[in-house]
């Protein structure tokens, strides 16, 4: 079955580092996503692309985060510089569809960051 | 208020009963909404998905939805100790992302 692949399983970074992880998404789909859980709350929306272009993108997705596709299959969340409060497992995701309503998202393993 | 909410539990049922797991949004035109396992330290799992007023079922699970009281359910039956996980609802709202919940814990006891 298809899987949306993340690198690294677990990252541990110093406070102002800055930090890339990857995805590589579903072949055949066409929106990405990323999310993030901070241990014991909930899975809050990060942003989302699609076309090469962010397509929406929440408040806690400020100056310090971007979103890239650098080739046909990898997708990459960076943080610019790394703050305690990043410390948190990131998924991402991937859908075919986007726009209807059957939007069912597949999630990858997740990242795990920590900030020291 | 909250867009989705979720009593956060944890939910005690005894191997083989039924657990219910509920869930309200707040947005009206959210059409679309999903209910995911999340095992501890790993990643949602789709478990299933419900688009129209009413049922659907797959295997043991049955999904409800009543968009006029904007409330969706999760009905496990014949709960089995390997169901024990959080419960995420999860709703399409404007644009296309999902907004999660922020879980249910179900424990099944055996």
């Known amino acids: 079955e298809p899987e949306v692949t993340q690198t690294p399983s677990h990252q541990v970074t110093q406070m102002g580092q800055e930090v890339i992880l990857r995805c590589v998404p579903i072949?055949?789909?066409?929106?990405f996503y990323w999310y993030r859980q901070i241990l014991g709350q909930k899975v809050e929306f990060l942003v989302s692309?699609?076309?090469?272009?962010?397509?929406?993108k929440s408040e806690i997705f400020d100056d310090q985060f971007s979103v890239e596709r650098p080739d046909g299959s990898n997708f990459t969340l960076k943080i610019r510089s790394t703050k305690l409060e990043d410390s948190a497992m990131y998924f991402c995701a991937s859908s075919w569809d986007g726009r209807s309503g059957a939007n069912v998202l597949t999630f990858g393993a997740g990242s795990r960051l920590t900030v020291l | 208020q909250k867009e989705v909410e979720q009593n956060s539990g944890p939910l005690s049922v005894p191997e083989g009963a039924i657990a219910s797991l509920n869930c309200t949004y707040s947005d009206r035109v959210s059409q679309s909404f999903f209910w995911y396992r999340q095992y501890s330290g790993k990643s949602p799992e789709l478990i299933m998905s419900i688009y129209s007023n009413g049922d659907k079922e797959d295997g043991r699970f049955t999904a409800q939805l009543n968009k006029a009281s904007q409330y969706v359910s999760l009905l496990i039956r014949d709960s089995q100790p390997s169901d024990s996980a959080t419960y995420l609802c999860?709703?399409?709202?404007?644009?296309?992302?999902?907004?999660f919940g922020a879980g249910t814990i179900l424990r099944v006891k055996s």
């Open positions: 692309f699609y076309n090469n272009e962010i397509s929406e």
């Open positions: 999860a709703v399409k709202g404007r644009g296309n992302k999902l907004v």
């Open positions: 072949s055949n789909h066409l929106y």
